[in-house]
């Protein structure tokens, strides 16, 4: 995903490649009204072009594993599903998880799926 603001340049968030990302999962909840629970796992890296105080490109990842929740999808792979984070995550500089810089606090997003 990508965001431009006037104070922060591009704003950039990626699905990180880290190997240890638990599988995301899909459970039926009620197979006779096809209605699907759908948990996606994600480690993100985030970029923000100009940080405040000036200074090169500020590389972020996050803290820990989010979690995308579509809880009353109709169809799977969803067509239009409605996710929700279910927690805030944090983000620190890559290699110092401690130094949290900052914190998603909602994240909606529309997902389907395109063969």
């Given amino acids: 995903m990508t965001a431009y603001t006037e104070a922060l340049g591009k704003v950039v968030l990626s699905w990180a490649n880290s190997g240890s990302t638990p599988l995301s999962e899909v459970r039926i909840l009620d197979e006779t009204a096809s209605t699907y629970l759908s948990t996606w796992y994600l480690d993100w890296t985030m970029t923000i072009e100009k940080p405040p105080g000036g200074g090169a490109p500020m590389e972020l990842a996050s803290t820990k594993t989010a979690a995308l929740v579509g809880d009353r999808l109709t169809d799977f792979p969803p067509q239009g599903g409605k996710y929700q984070l279910q927690q805030p995550v944090d983000f620190a ?11 998603l606090q909602q994240l909606a997003s529309t997902v389907s799926y395109s063969p």
């Fill in 93 to 103: 500089p890559v290699g110092a998880p401690g130094q949290v810089i900052l914190s």
